[in-house]
């Protein structure tokens, strides 16, 4: 198996579980403990854990872009408010929208007033809290269920024919280099198909995130029209990714 497949295992398994052991990776993986240990340190090194005597806990997890499988993830709850609010100034009835999965989009959804609007997402949570507001139609693509998310090659196919007026993305993080990331590689393909299926793209960013580099870069910066983000971002570090030709909006 080689690394990157091997970093991505040991997310999922984080992910899934929180806590795991050099151990427990080892025999899974069928490699040594050390090849462990230095993949948990280049982990580490991307914040993405923290190695602790023995194994590994997963490291901030809320953003991953992705939930818990048990509840949805409530931390920086205001910041969150922040970015969905920014959102919301920019969703007109009778849009054809994108909310990709994850907590802050979830934000979005929640404060969606029930009115005619066409939402595409793979997010359960997403479609829990829309399937009730009936003036919304929901349009859901196929695939198989990861965590809370529905994924594989038949939810891009259904994507990639779709016309999207607005998609919202999430990220683990955005990068002046790498761009936008993430890090695991099941999701990648379905980020890419809902940007190219979309006349305008936004990023729903959390402050923290940027200048953090995950595993897998699914967009380039200028990919994207707009980074939508809370209060919390520095002048200086905005300014940074204002000067590469995106837009970054604050409250």
Same mark, same amino acid.
């Given at each position: 198996?080689?690394?990157?497949?091997?970093?991505?295992?040991?997310?999922?398994?984080?992910?899934?579980?929180?806590?795991?052991?050099?151990?427990?990776?080892?025999?899974?993986?069928?490699?040594?403990?050390?090849?462990?240990?230095?993949?948990?340190?280049?982990?580490?090194?991307?914040? %993405?854990?923290?190695?602790?005597?023995?194994?590994?806990? %997963?490291?901030?997890?809320?953003?991953?872009?992705?939930?818990?499988?048990?509840?949805?993830?409530?931390?920086?709850a205001d910041k969150k408010s922040e970015i969905a609010s920014l959102?919301?100034?920019?969703?007109?009835?009778?849009?054809?929208?994108?909310?990709?999965?994850?907590?802050?989009?979830?934000?979005?959804?929640?404060?969606?007033?029930?009115?005619?609007?066409?939402?595409?997402?793979?997010?359960?949570?997403?479609?829990?809290?829309?399937?009730?507001?009936?003036?919304?139609?929901?349009?859901?693509?196929?695939?198989?269920?990861?965590?809370?998310?529905?994924?594989?090659?038949?939810?891009?196919?259904?994507?990639?024919?779709?016309?999207?007026?607005?998609?919202?993305?999430?990220?683990?993080?955005?990068?002046?280099?790498?761009?936008?990331?993430?890090?695991?590689?099941?999701?990648?393909?379905?980020?890419?198909?809902?940007?190219?299926?979309?006349?305008?793209?936004?990023?729903?960013?959390?402050?923290?995130?940027?200048?953090?580099?995950?595993?897998?870069?699914?967009?380039?910066?200028?990919?994207?029209?707009?980074?939508?983000?809370?209060?919390?971002?520095?002048?200086?570090?905005?300014?940074?990714?204002?000067?590469?030709?995106?837009?970054?909006?604050?409250?």
């Amino acid at each position: 198996m080689n690394p990157l497949r091997r970093y991505e295992t040991i997310m999922e398994v984080l992910l899934a579980q929180k806590e795991v052991t050099v151990n427990e990776l080892s025999e899974r993986l069928q490699v040594t403990g050390k090849t462990i240990r230095e993949d948990l340190a280049k982990l580490e090194e991307k914040g %993405l854990l923290i190695r602790i005597h023995g194994g590994a806990l %997963l490291a901030q997890s809320d953003q991953l872009g992705i939930l818990s499988a048990k509840e949805p993830n409530i931390k920086h709850a205001d910041k969150k408010s922040e970015i969905a609010s920014l959102a919301l100034r920019y969703i007109q009835p009778r849009d054809i929208i994108a909310l990709d999965g994850g907590s802050t989009t979830l934000e979005i959804a929640r404060r969606l007033d029930n009115q005619a609007l066409t939402v595409v997402t793979n997010d359960l949570y997403i479609i829990s809290e829309l399937v009730h507001k009936d003036e919304i139609r929901l349009v859901v693509p196929g695939g198989y269920r990861l965590r809370n998310m529905l994924a594989g090659p038949e939810a891009v196919d259904y994507v990639r024919g779709l016309n999207i007026q607005k998609s919202f993305i999430s990220a683990t993080g955005v990068h002046l280099q790498h761009g936008f990331t993430i890090y695991t590689n099941d999701l990648v393909e379905y980020k890419r198909a809902l940007i190219s299926s979309s006349a305008t793209v936004y990023g729903v960013i959390d402050h923290f995130k940027f200048g953090q580099c995950a595993l897998r870069t699914f967009a380039s910066l200028s990919e994207v029209a707009m980074i939508l983000t809370d209060s919390g971002l520095t002048e200086e570090t905005a300014q940074q990714f204002r000067e590469t030709g995106i837009q970054i909006e604050t409250r």
